[in-house]
C-alpha cells in the first residue's frame, strides 16, 4: 500500500510547523552567542528597537518568567540535569546559544533587526574537546556499567585484538529545519505548532515550565521533514516562540538557521571507544571488554546505549563495559538515530572484522560461531531471532564467496574492490499506547492516536492495520496523530510505533469489530453501507471505542530485539583514495512487515546514514573558539545522490509471536546498527589500511 | 539582510555606470554565491545592478579562438557542441562543479567572481583578514584541511590567508590560456586568465585583478591541439556538491607516445587557480609515460607548504597530477 499522505506531501498540502500561518503573526528571529562560556556583560537593542517593523526584543532583561525554570531539577527528566533554560541569564553556556529574540511584523525586518543587536561578553575559558578531556570523564548518574564473568578476560585468549575506534560528532540535518508557532488564547491556554516526534512529551515539558494543567496546553505537530532524535524534546525554539507570543500578545514563529540547527536541538555525541575482544583459535569468544567515552554538555547528562550492542549480540562468557561522560562546554546532545548502538556498533563490528583477520577466519563464519541462542545479557530466551537467515540470505544475495579474504586482493581495472559485512543489533519492545477508534456516521472509520508520522509511513501503516482487522476499504479509514489532545501515545523514538501504537490500533479496532458484532447480534458487517445502515438502526451517531495496550509478563521473561546483516561492497582508488559503496545489501529481522514499501524506505535512510556516518559526516568544532565551523549543508557532508548505490533489502518477515499481537518488531534504526563498521571492513579488505577514526575521507585513506 | 536598491541594465555602459558611481554596488547575474553572502551578512552591497537582460550569452568559434560570453550558464557551456568538441577539459570541469541546480542558474562570469569557501570567511564572529582585513586568519592555525599549500608569501599576521578558490571551472581556464574580455569605466581591455585572480599577498581581501566598475564580459579561448587528451581530476569527499580537495586539469598535445604540448593546473590549493607552467615544461618533448609525470609533478610540488590539516595535500597533490595526466594520455 502506497503511502495514504503522499500525495499532500508532494503536492505542499502538507503543513509542516513553519507553514502555520496565523492571523497576527508574528516572527521571532534568534540572536546567538559568539562565545562558548562567560557571561552576558551588555546587549544593545536600540538600534534593532528602532528598525522598522520591530515590536519588541526579549532577552533575559526582559523575557516573561518561566515558572518551570526555578524547579530544582528532579531527577526524573528522560535527560538528568539542568535543562538549558532560555533568556533565564547572563550565562552563556554554549557558542550560538540564543540570547535575544527579534520580534517583527514580517520575517525579513526580524532577520535585519537581529543582525543590529549587538553583545558584549565577559568571556570565559571553555572545553569543548573531548580528548584532552578524558580524565574529567565520570560514571553518568544513569549508568552502564555492566559485567558478566570475569573483567577483562580478553587479556587471557589465545587471540586477541585491542584498539580505540572514535566516532566523531554527527549532526541530524534534517531536511525541515526546526520551527515552533505559539499563539496564547489567553493568560492560561497556550497552543504550539511545533516540529516534534513527540506531541505529549511537548505537552508535558511545556506544562512543567509553566506551570499549566493539560487542558491549557495544546501541542500539533501533523507532519514532520525527518527529526531522526532532533525533535524528541522542547528546544529554544519552542520557548521562545512560547515566550513572545507572551510578550506581544500574538501568535509567533521561530525558525532555525541551518547553523542554529547545529547547536539548539542536540547531536550525535562524539566517542572515543576502546575495545578488547578475545576468542580461542576455533574463533570461540573468550572476552570482550568495552571502554566508552561521550561527551555532554555542562548543565545536563545525556546518556546513550554506546555499549549495549557489546552486550547481547554475540554469546561470549566473559563481558565488561563502562562509559564515561565528559561535560564540556557544548549545548546537550540528544538521541541520534541509534542514538549509542550506532556508535558502539562501529567499535564492536570493526573490532570482530579485526579478530577474524587475527584469526584467520571468515567473518560470517566468526560470528556464527559465537551465534547467541539466547540473550548473554540476562540469558532470557528472544521474543525471535533470524540472524542466521539475514546472514545466509544476506550472504548469498551479496554473493559473499566470490571473496578472496587477503586485504588488497581483489581488484576492478585501477580501482581496488573490498568486501565488508557486519551485524546489527537493536532493541525490540513497547510503550503503554491508546487508540481511539471511531465508526462514523458515513460508514467510515476515524481511528487517532498522540503518535507522530516523522517520515516512516505511520499515517499509511496505522490506516492498513485499522482497515485490516474491520475489513475494510483502506480508502475509508483515515488515521489521525500528531496532536496533544488525541489519546496518548509515546514519542516517535527507540522503533517503537508499530509495536507500541500499532498493536494499540490493532487491539482498539479488534474491540470495536466486537462492538459491532453485539449491536449487529452476530451478523458480520463488511460493507460501508452496512455500517451506515447499523449505526442508523440503533439510533447512533458514532460509535467509538478507545483502549490501552501495553506489553504483559513478557517484558520480563523475553528479550526484544531487531537483527540485521550488513553487506558492503566498496572501490577504493588507490591514488586518490576515493571511496566509491558500489553495492549494499541489507538483510533484517524485523519481525512481521506491515508495509512492504514503507519498511525498505526506512532500510534506504539506514543505510543513507550508515554511508554518511562511515565516509562522510563530521561536525568539525575549532576549540579555540568552541564553535562549529561547517555548519551548512554545503561543508557538513551528507551523501547525495551520487553517493547512493544499489542497495538491496531483505526483509527476513517471519512475525514475531512473543512481542506484540501483530507480530512487528521495530524498523526505524536496525538498518544503520553496524553499517558504518561494515563500510569499515571492506574498506580494509580492499586496501588493508583499517580506519578507526570516522568518517574515511580520502585524507585519511591517503596518510 | 539590508534593503538594497535593484536595478536592471539594458546595456553594458549602463550597467558599468550603475555600478562605478557607488563603490559599494556590485553586479548580480546567477547570484548563486553573492545571495548566500548577503544573507550570511558577509557583504551587504546597497545597490544591484542585474546584468542578465545584457546580451553576453553567446558562444561562437570566431576560428582561431573560441568566445564564451560572460552570461553563458554553467551547464550551457558544458553541454555545447563546440565547447564538448574543442575544449572537452572545461566541460568536465564545469560539469564536476556545484550541482546541476546551481549550474543552471551560475554564469561563466560569476563562476570567476565566486568567494572562497573558507568557512572563517563565512562566519562574521570569527577572525578572517579577507572579509575583515587586520583581524587575522582563522584556519591557518584552525582547522585547514581544504586550505591553501601554494602561493603563500610570509606576510605579517594581519594579512595572512591560506584561503583557496573554489573554482573547477576556473581551474581549466588557467590551463587552457583563456583570456578575458572587461569593459570598464577606462574603457576594454584583456586580462589573461591566470593574471585574472591574484595571491593574497598583503591585500587578501581582493581576489582578483578587476577594477571598481569593470564588468566581465567575456572569455577567449585559443583553438588547441589538446581536446583529445585531457583530463579533469577532481576529488572531493563526496561524489558531487563538493568543493575539490584537490583537483587537477591536465591537457597533452601528443605525437605518437611524444608529449609535444601540456597544459597542467591545479585546484584547492592556492588562493587562485594554480597553473603549473614549470612542471609543463618537464613534459614537453618526453614520452607520456608514468615516470614523466612523476617527473612532472615532483616539479609542480617545489614550494608546497602545508598546515596542520592539510599535510595530506602534500602527497595528494602530486599523486593526482601523475593519475590525471595518466588518464589524459590514455
Redesign the interface.
Known sequence: MSRVDGRLKVTGGATYAADNQLTGLVYGVLVTSTIAKGRIKAIDTQAARKAPGVLEIITYQNAPKVPGYEAKPTGQTRVDGQEFRVFYNDEILFNNQPVALVLADTFERANHAASLVTVQYAQAPHQTALRPNLTKGTKPKRADDYLRGQANAYTTAPVRVEQEYTTPINVHNPMEPHAATAVWQDANNVTVYNKTQAVRIAQQDIMKAFNLKEENVRVHSPFVGGAFGSSSRVWPQEMAAILGAKKVGRPVKVVLRRDQVFNMVGYRPESIQKVGIGASPDGKLVGITHEAYGLTSSYEQFAERIVDPSKSLYSCPNLNTTYKLVPLDLSTPCWTRGPGESSGSFALESAMDELAYALGMDPIALRLANFAENDPENQHPWTSNQLRACYERGATQFNWARRTPAPGSMRDGDWLVGLGMSAGIYKAGRSPATARATLLADGSLLVQSATADVGPGTYTIMTQIAADVMSMDPAHVRFELGDSALPPAPGQFGSHTTTSVGSAVYDVCLSLRQKVLELASGQAITTRDGYVELLRQKGMPQLSVTKESKSGSEEKTHSGKSFCANFVEVWVHPVTGQVRVVKVVSALDVGKVINAKTARSQVLGSVVWGLGMALMEEGQIDHRFGRYVNKDLADYHLPVFADVPDIDVILIDQPDTILDPIGAKGIGEIGMIGFAAAVANAVYHATGKRIRNLPITPDKLMA | ???FQYLRASSPKSAIDGVRTDLSAQFIAGGTNLIDLMKR?ITAPPKLVDINNLPLRDIADEGKTIRIGALALNSTVADHSLILKKLPLLAQALNAGA?AQIRNMATVGGNMMQRT?C??F??P??PCNKRAPGSGC?AV???N?MHAIFGLEPVPDQHVCIAVHPSDMCVALAALDATVEVWGPGGNRTIPFTGFHRLPGSNPQKDNTLQHGELITALRLPDNALATHSHY?K?????????A?ISVAAALDLKGKTIQQARLAMGGVAHKPWRLTEAEQVLIGKPATEATFREAAQVAMRGARAFEH?T?KL??AP??I??ALTRAAG
Open positions: 539582510m539590508i534593503n551578512g550541482s569557501r568557512p572563517y563565512y562566519d564572529s570569527l582563522g592555525a584552525g582547522i584541511r581530476l576529488i572531493r569527499d563526496r561524489a558531487s556538491y563538493a568543493f580537495l592539510n595530506y602527497k595528494l599523486a593526482a601523475v593519475e
